[in-house]
């Protein structure tokens, strides 16, 4: 036997009593030494400094900090969408004026208002008055304070249960057609007492700048970016429905350039709440796009426009400035969202889900993973999909996202395999993140497309009331409006194929439509037509609503 055989435990036990000792000291201590260690490894696996890297591959920003030494995501985000803002230029100034600072949590008031270079708005004032505050007040009287809170509470609930109630129903009517006081004398009193609202909103669209400071509740220190308090979505929303209904009602009363120049600001506003820090903020922007345009081609039809009025407001509708990109939004909030909890999730463990955690006090178990792998998938999959949302056509643009859902559903699949628990956790992790977490993008994406279509209708539409106004009819066909009163006529963006336009017999009106994303002929019906239709429609004069 050579001298580096190892003592066999016979040996051991022939070896005088001294040095049988000694061995079994050092075999304790070894095997306590390993076990010591593989405690200090899960425990600092469960409980210590997260692993992974801080790098432009991996957390994407490596500054600011948090004092945890986690990336400052919200920080990140609001100085982006700061910059340049003083409170002369930024039309949220004026918004806020308009609106009051209900939305804002008391506590947060002073810091938010500060950070925007103003004063705290009074509590009670002449704000913007919501629809249902306003029904409450024709059914029972005014009401204030508290109560008034509590009636508007109350109003809404009800409304969201309950079929739209008459008043809704005449407010949608009057921002689809041109209208008068006594018509609809309720509408018309929800309008006046609107006014100072109207007027700082419409002042606010002309200023370059739209910045809201990020705010977010430190009542639990995780997901910075994803509990964000969104402000204003109803109020904003229902602005935008009062101003137009005062453009139709001003175009009722023959006030043609008082009317657009609602609309014109109706659209400045959408691109202002567009802006906002997430893609919720940018979907109302669409939103309220998508309802003026409904109104331009009111106007287009119902306005009187000489030939050269038509042209020269579809000019002004070009002229507006760039609608936000989908593609930025994924590319910098919804990537740092995910980015956000991913680094969150490795420094405190899967407890960062729970909303009612204080995360200076508490601790989490972890698991063993290497958590560059899914941050760097997560920089991956999100640079994919902000590129897909630029590609210059819709066909590209659905081949990419095609792409991704396939990727997706291959990750939602890998997810289900419990072996990879053993063999590979890190990746196991990646995948069951982005299949929960990716926003749905390729809707996003059909939301931008259905925008730029209606763009493209309400094109159309003026120049076929320039035609009208130069001929007495609307054309026979679209072919004839090009190219006098527009270069050339656009094709369906969904469907490759002509738009389908179907002037009345007696040149009074016309329909004019696309597919939509589902690519199909539903014959001009749209999401408010029963059956359900996906075309995108402009249809002239609008047809009475069905009782």
Request: proline fraction near 7%; hydrophobic fraction near 40%.
């Amino acid at each position: 036997m050579s001298d580096s055989t190892v003592t066999a435990p016979d040996e051991i036990a022939a070896a005088p009593h001294g040095v049988r000792r000694t061995v079994k000291v050092a075999l304790a201590l070894g095997g306590a030494f390993v076990v010591g260690l593989v405690l200090f490894v899960v425990w600092r696996e469960m409980y210590g400094p997260p692993r992974f890297t801080i790098s432009k591959e991996t957390t994407y920003i490596t500054e600011p900090l948090r004092a945890d030494g986690l990336p400052d995501y919200a920080a990140a985000l609001d100085a982006m969408a700061s910059e340049g803002v003083t409170p002369e230029n930024n039309a949220a100034v004026l918004y806020w004026q308009a609106f009051g600072p209900g939305e804002v949590p008391t506590a947060y008031r002073a810091e938010f208002f500060g950070r925007l270079g103003m004063t705290v708005p009074p509590p009670d004032g002449n704000y913007f008055l919501m629809e249902a505050a306003f029904q409450q007040e024709l059914e029972r009287g005014p009401a204030t304070g508290l109560e008034a809170d509590i009636q508007a509470s109350s109003a809404e609930e009800q409304s969201l249960d309950d079929e739209p109630s008459d008043f809704i129903t005449r407010a949608n009517r009057a921002r689809r057609v041109p209208w008068s006081a006594a018509e609809f004398p309720d509408v018309d009193e929800w309008v006046r007492r609107n006014d100072r609202p109207l007027a700082l909103i419409v002042e606010g669209t002309s200023r370059p700048k739209c910045y809201g400071p990020l705010l977010v509740s430190d009542q639990y220190d995780q997901l910075l970016i994803l509990s964000a308090v969104i402000l204003n979505i109803k109020e904003s929303r229902e602005a935008a429905r009062v101003l137009l209904a005062r453009a139709m009602q001003r175009l009722g009363r023959g006030e043609r350039t008082e009317a657009q120049e609602d609309l014109l600001a109706c659209h400045r506003f959408a691109r202002h709440l567009a802006r906002g820090h997430t893609l919720i903020d940018w979907l109302l922007g669409v939103a309220v796009e998508s309802m003026t345009f409904d109104a331009d081609a009111a106007v287009a039809h119902h306005g009187g426009l000489s030939s050269a009025e038509a042209m020269r407001y579809r000019d002004r509708l070009a002229e507006l400035p760039p609608f936000p990109s989908v593609a930025d939004k994924i590319d910098r909030c919804e990537r740092f969202a995910f980015l956000d909890l991913t680094v969150r999730i490795a420094r405190y463990g899967f407890g960062a889900f729970a909303e009612d955690v204080n995360m200076e006090t508490g601790r989490f178990p972890k698991i063993f993973v290497d958590w560059d792998v899914p941050l760097l998938m997560g920089n991956d999959l999100y640079g994919r999909m902000a590129q897909a949302a630029r590609a210059p056509t819709r066909a590209e643009r659905q081949s990419g996202f095609d792409e991704i859902n396939r990727l997706l559903r291959h990750m939602q699949d890998e997810a289900r395999n419990p072996l990879r628990i053993v063999t590979d956790r890190s990746g196991i992790v990646a995948d069951y993140l982005l299949a929960l977490l990716l926003p749905a993008t390729s809707k996003a994406s059909n939301a931008d497309d259905r925008r730029l279509m209606r763009a493209d209708l309400v094109q159309l539409a003026f120049a076929l009331a320039a035609h009208r106004a130069d001929h007495g009819a609307y054309p026979a066909a679209l072919d004839e409006l090009a190219p006098r009163y527009i270069p050339n006529v656009p094709e369906d963006l969904f469907s490759g194929k002509p738009l389908i336009y179907r002037p009345m017999e007696d040149g009074g009106g016309y329909l004019l439509y696309s597919v939509g994303v589902n690519e199909t002929d539903d014959d001009g019906r749209t999401d408010e037509d029963d059956p359900y239709g996906d075309d995108l429609v402009v249809r002239t004069p609008v047809p009475e609503p069905t009782p």
